[in-house]
């Protein structure tokens, strides 16, 4: 990746999303003075001219593509088409548009999702398309996965310096709350917190409880992106975690601690685990110099200030 300096003119696409919005602040605290950024209002990813134009005008040094159709198992599985045609436009039409314009630089943010179901642990960079996708999300994986691919070849073709940051479950202010369509952390917090409300019993969780999931707190996300669009890298993809992975049976305790109730986990086997274990192996990252900072505690009390906030607004 060239050096990008303060002044470098750097678009956020996805500002307004809950990585997007992390990195455009983090950016800004870091002292960067040429941010630019444009609502969905005012632009539509999906519409391929206007989008070339736009790159074409306003000719950043770096883009960052945060934009993205998001959601958890619930939503991944029950809408396929919305997942792999909105990923799959908005991503190509930032890609190459960036390459129109002579974007040298640009972070495509991949998911852990792209991995193989049952991939060895904690998962390698080397492992990606070694084996079977999970089918809950293989629309959404596939459309990663040819972002990442096309980043790669229009480095090998065009000579560009496009990485791919490929992130864990990703957690913190900003998260959807939704119960259907949200990831499965901030889903369990509303279930739990309301079940305290209306003093329930119980609450139920989908599966077994027993998949283990690893968390990243979105601000070690934004400075990710801050560090490694700084720094000169010869890999196309790189890992971003947290390094610790816990059971969601775990979680849902650990919510009901810092909420101060306690009661029953009623499991839903109706429900699909999704894959089973999906802790990432960030070597790479830290052998470059960066490693997460935010500890479950610490991001957790973020996470629930802002998840209060949300609830009082509606």
């Given at each position: 990746?060239?050096?990008?300096?303060?002044?470098?003119?750097?678009?956020?696409?996805?500002?307004?999303?809950?990585?997007?919005?992390?990195?455009?602040?983090?950016?800004?605290?870091?002292?960067?003075?040429?941010?630019?950024?444009?609502?969905?209002?005012?632009?539509?990813?999906?519409?391929?001219?206007?989008?070339?134009?736009?790159?074409?005008?306003?000719?950043?040094?770096?883009?960052?593509?945060?934009?993205?159709?998001?959601?958890?198992?619930?939503?991944?599985?029950?809408?396929?088409?919305?997942?792999?045609?909105?990923?799959?436009?908005?991503?190509?039409?930032?890609?190459?548009?960036?390459?129109?314009?002579?974007?040298?630089?640009?972070?495509?943010?991949?998911?852990?999702?792209?991995?193989?179901?049952?991939?060895?642990?904690?998962?390698?960079?080397?492992?990606?398309?070694?084996?079977?996708?999970?089918?809950?999300?293989?629309?959404?994986?596939?459309?990663?996965?040819?972002?990442?691919?096309?980043?790669?070849?229009?480095?090998?073709?065009?000579?560009?310096?496009?990485?791919?940051?490929?992130?864990?479950?990703?957690?913190?202010?900003?998260?959807?709350?939704?119960?259907?369509?949200?990831?499965?952390?901030?889903?369990?917090?509303?279930?739990?917190?309301?079940?305290?409300?209306?003093?329930?019993?119980?609450?139920?969780?989908?599966?077994?409880?027993?998949?283990?999931?690893?968390?990243?707190?979105?601000?070690?996300?934004?400075?990710?992106?801050?560090?490694?669009?700084?720094?000169?890298?010869?890999?196309?993809?790189?890992?971003?975690?947290?390094?610790?992975?816990?059971?969601?049976?775990?979680?849902?305790?650990?919510?009901?601690?810092?909420?101060?109730?306690?009661?029953?986990?009623k499991k839903n086997l109706k429900y699909k685990n999704g894959t089973p274990r999906k802790?990432?192996?960030?070597?790479?990252?830290?052998?470059?110099?960066?490693?997460?900072?935010?500890?479950?505690?610490?991001?957790?009390?973020?996470?629930?200030?802002?998840?209060?906030?949300?609830?009082?607004?509606?």
């Amino acid at each position: 990746m060239n050096m990008i300096s303060k002044k470098s003119r750097i678009f956020i696409a996805g500002h307004n999303g809950m990585v997007g919005s992390a990195i455009l602040k983090k950016f800004k605290l870091k002292g960067y003075k040429n941010i630019i950024t444009i609502n969905r209002k005012k632009l539509d990813l999906k519409d391929q001219k206007k989008v070339k134009n736009f790159i074409l005008r306003i000719k950043p040094e770096l883009v960052i593509i945060a934009a993205a159709k998001v959601g958890g198992i619930f939503a991944n599985e029950k809408s396929k088409g919305d997942f792999i045609h909105d990923n799959l436009v908005i991503q190509t039409n930032l890609i190459e548009s960036s390459r129109a314009a002579e974007v040298k630089n640009l972070i495509f943010l991949g998911s852990s999702c792209v991995y193989p179901k049952f991939s060895k642990q904690p998962i390698k960079e080397d492992y990606l398309f070694s084996g079977k996708l999970e089918q809950t999300n293989d629309a959404y994986a596939v459309a990663k996965l040819a972002g990442y691919q096309m980043c790669k070849a229009y480095n090998e073709q065009f000579g560009t310096n496009y990485i791919t940051l490929m992130p864990t479950n990703i957690y913190g202010p900003g998260d959807n709350y939704d119960s259907l369509n949200s990831h499965f952390f901030s889903a369990l917090l509303k279930k739990i917190y309301f079940a305290k409300k209306r003093n329930k019993k119980q609450i139920e969780i989908w599966g077994d409880g027993k998949a283990k999931r690893e968390l990243l707190f979105v601000d070690d996300m934004a400075d990710a992106c801050e560090f490694f669009s700084r720094k000169k890298v010869k890999y196309d993809l790189i890992n971003i975690g947290s390094g610790k992975d816990y059971s969601i049976e775990y979680y849902a305790k650990f919510i009901m601690k810092k909420l101060k109730i306690k009661i029953k986990i009623k499991k839903n086997l109706k429900y699909k685990n999704g894959t089973p274990r999906k802790l990432l192996n960030s070597n790479l990252a830290k052998k470059l110099g960066w490693s997460s900072k935010t500890n479950l505690n610490d991001g957790f009390q973020e996470m629930f200030k802002d998840f209060q906030r949300s609830i009082s607004i509606n």
